[in-house]
């Protein structure tokens, strides 16, 4: 059964820090990993998807990258605004029902 | 492209009373999902339909919850009955669910029903 966890589960920086959000995974099997974001009272916001063949992508300032092998996942968001506050969920597609496992997520908060 | 429209937003009932929520993915898309969250975790998957046909429903507890989705396009998801710890959001997510890349599995998802029990 695949697990998710998400380090650090908060997290407060300073506007214009650069950040590393962690996902780790415990079946390398996967079909693909999606990260999104979640605002207070809202749905989720689909940032990037990465494909088990690649290894990385990016959007802006955002950048992800995806290690099979060792069942981690990074987000990296450069030059973080306080707009970026948000909850970010890691989630990972299986290779057989294509259904995605959450993690718990990473509270942010960039402070002005 | 409109996105994953959810009805309605908020709902409160009592325990034992049976509630429905509504889902209209996004236009074309064959996967539709639902997911339970609860305050303070991840989504966890509930039922998930390719067009009409339920490809995974292992977590959803049958004896209170149903869902169905007969015409392949929206879907409902009922409580019946309704109990305390059922208070959670429920999110409706999409894809497209056909196809190769990453159009076929990118997952799109509503605002989501906020449902409290009391």
């Known amino acids: 059964k695949q697990e998710v966890t998400q380090i650090p589960a908060a997290l407060s920086v300073p506007e214009g820090e650069n950040l590393v959000l962690n996902c780790s995974f415990t079946?390398?099997?996967?079909?693909?990993l999606q990260w999104f974001r979640q605002d207070p009272g809202k749905g989720l916001t689909s940032l990037l998807l990465?494909?088990?063949?690649?290894r990385e992508q990016t959007s802006g300032r955002l950048n992800a990258s995806l290690d099979k092998s060792s069942g981690r996942s990074t987000l990296y968001i450069a030059a973080s605004q306080p707009g970026d506050s948000a909850t970010y969920l890691c989630a990972v597609g299986s290779n057989y029902g294509q259904n995605f496992v959450f993690g718990p997520g990473t509270r942010l908060s960039v402070l002005p | 492209e409109a996105g994953v429209a959810q009805s309605p937003r908020y709902k409160i009932i009592e325990k034992r009373q049976s509630v429905a929520f509504w889902c209209n993915p996004i236009s074309g898309h064959a996967t539709l999902y639902w997911y339970q969250q609860i305050l303070g975790q991840g989504p966890k998957l509930l039922i998930q339909?390719?067009?009409?046909?339920?490809?995974?429903d292992s977590q959803l507890p049958k004896d209170r919850f149903s869902a169905e989705r007969l015409k392949g396009v929206d879907s409902t998801l009922k409580i019946q009955p309704a109990k305390l710890e059922d208070s959670a959001v429920y999110l409706c997510?999409?894809?497209?669910?056909?196809?190769?890349?990453?159009?076929?599995?990118?997952?799109?998802f509503g605002q989501g029903t906020r449902l409290t029990v009391v």
């Open positions: 079946d390398s099997a996967i079909y693909n």
């Open positions: 997510a999409s894809s497209q669910g056909r196809g190769r890349g990453k159009e076929r599995t990118e997952a799109f």
């Open positions: 339909f390719q067009n009409n046909g339920v490809v995974d």
């Open positions: 990465i494909q088990s063949s690649q």
